[in-house]
């Protein structure tokens, strides 16, 4: 069985990608080495007749992967939307198989797997396909990206509903502060309200981060996120 996490998130922009870093970070840290894949990536940019999957080439930087950038991202897409819609803008067909396998090559070569899905898990591939499908095709646990303010909690439990009604397996939310804290009511009392309420626990606060550079999402990784809860799924 493959090891790792899938990073899911409860909407786009949560913040996916920096914390699919500071797991790698913090992973590293346990004495694990760790392979990242952003699978899909939609709204690439484009050298040329080449598309740069940004979050792919992040992910490939934080896990110190000499692996082709076509492996950690096989498919990419050049329109910013749902892959559904993007693949058909781009007239490209996604497949499913071809990313498993992608992965499965990954595997053999990493103790874990961190891999990013795109936007949340109700974001359609392909005609009955959904992120969530996808999260099921790679057998991981997901995590899942969270805002810390108000409108939060209804997000997280639609998110933890669809999982538990796909069958997946969560290891815990991670409320990233991807904007400034407002301090406000909703961001103070959210962290005890889910404690309350959901049947996933908070795994880590991240702050907001005004440099992003490498040494400092793994400083805060390691200070930020409950290294232990981690260690239950590797
Ligand atoms: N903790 C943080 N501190 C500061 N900026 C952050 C933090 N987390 C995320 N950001 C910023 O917020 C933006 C969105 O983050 P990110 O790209 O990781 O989101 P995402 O969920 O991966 O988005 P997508 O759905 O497009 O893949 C980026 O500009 C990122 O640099
Ligand atoms: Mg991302």
Do not use: W
Not at 81 to 105: G, T, Y
Not at 110 to 121: D, K, Q, S
Not at 169 to 176: F, K, R, W, Y
Request: glycine content about 8%; some cysteine.
């Amino acid at each position: 069985m493959p090891k790792g996490f899938f990073i899911t998130g409860t909407d786009t922009g949560v913040g996916k990608t920096i914390m699919a870093g500071a797991v790698i970070k913090a992973i590293n840290y346990l004495g694990i080495t760790a392979g990242a894949m952003k699978p899909i990536e939609s709204g690439c940019g484009k050298e040329g007749d080449t598309l740069i999957p940004f979050d792919g080439m992040f992910l490939k930087q934080m896990a110190h992967m000499d692996d082709p950038i076509t492996l950690v991202t096989p498919c990419c897409l050049e329109s910013p939307l749902a892959p559904i819609s993007a693949a058909e803008e781009d007239k490209v067909e996604i497949d499913p198989v071809e990313l498993r396998k992608a992965f499965l090559k990954l595997c053999m070569k990493y103790e874990v797997m961190v891999v990013e899905g795109v936007g949340g898990l109700m974001v359609p591939i392909k005609r009955d396909y959904y992120v969530a499908g996808m999260a099921r095709d790679l057998g991981l646990p997901l995590l899942v990206v969270a805002r810390p303010g108000l409108g939060t909690i209804n997000h997280i439990m639609m998110t933890i509903r669809v999982a538990q009604q796909e069958g997946l397996a969560v290891a815990g939310i991670i409320l990233n502060y991807s904007a400034p804290p407002q301090q406000s009511p909703a961001e103070q009392t959210n962290p005890k309200l889910l404690a309350q309420i959901c049947p996933v626990p908070v795994i880590g606060i991240f702050p907001y981060l005004k440099n992003m550079a490498e040494e400092a999402v793994e400083r805060t990784a390691i200070k930020n996120i409950d290294l232990e809860l981690l260690k239950k799924y590797l």
